[in-house]
């Protein structure tokens, strides 16, 4: 089976560094994308590791750990903008399989 | 630029009616896929198609079907719409079926 675990809600102020965890446990692994979605508008993606590691890209960066079945993105130097749900999606094994989405965060930046 | 279009942002129908809701990709990406998101659950598969004429039940099928008639277009349809089916659906293709997915705008549905 397919479990994707992210916390419900965070906090950060403008300016701060946020961490947003995502634990999985699937029959499979591939790699794990992240999507940021603003309220009302579709999923945009963020980043992909295959590899573990850290994935730097601008602002945000995202790690890996194959065996910890542990992923975080981080974002830095927050704006109002980031203000946004996160979504940590899995990508399983190859064959007739799909992506499995988290249920996301929701991230408020505050001034 | 990549480009997924849904044919409606916001959609009222009655309980009973026939719903389609459309799809179409120009990226002629081999994948499509059908969710529905609503909050606290998340976005859940609906249905996929890997190729044209080609469906797969998602997470959540029932009281839905789908179309692929043409590589660049799948269609979602609720046979007959209830209230239970108000939501955000969600439009998405992919190039590979584990990989990297391209979202539409989404259609909020409304059943009444």
């Known amino acids: 089976g397919q479990n994707i675990d992210q916390p419900t809600e965070m906090t950060a102020t403008e300016g701060a560094i946020v961490q947003i965890n995502c634990t999985y446990q699937?029959?499979?692994?591939?790699?794990l994308f992240w999507y940021q979605q603003h309220a009302g508008e579709a999923p945009t993606f963020l980043s992909y590791n295959v590899l573990d590691g850290l994935e730097e890209k601008g602002r945000f960066s995202s790690f890996l750990s194959r065996s910890k079945g542990y992923s975080y993105l981080l974002l830095k130097e927050l704006q109002m903008k980031d203000s946004a749900s996160y979504l940590c999606?899995?990508?399983?094994?190859?064959?007739?399989?799909?992506?499995?989405f988290g249920k996301g965060t929701m991230l408020l930046v505050s001034p | 630029d990549v480009k997924v279009t849904q044919s409606s942002r916001y959609l009222v129908k009655r309980t009973g009616e026939k719903v389609f809701l459309e799809c179409v990709q120009d990226?002629?990406?081999?994948?499509m896929f059908w969710y529905r998101q609503d909050p606290g659950l998340g976005l859940r598969l609906i249905y996929f198609?890997?190729?044209?004429?080609?469906?797969e039940k998602g997470d959540i099928p029932e009281g839905y079907s789908v179309s692929r008639e043409k590589k660049e277009r799948f269609s979602l349809i609720l046979e007959s719409a209830s209230t239970n089916q108000t939501s955000m659906y969600l439009c998405a293709s992919s190039p590979g079926l584990a990989g990297e997915q391209y979202f539409g705008p989404g259609t909020r549905l409304t059943v009444t």
């Open positions: 198609s890997y190729d044209v004429k080609m469906k």
């Open positions: 699937t029959s499979g692994f591939n790699g």
């Open positions: 999606a899995v990508s399983p094994r190859a064959g007739y399989s799909t992506l499995t």
């Open positions: 990226m002629d990406h081999e994948n």
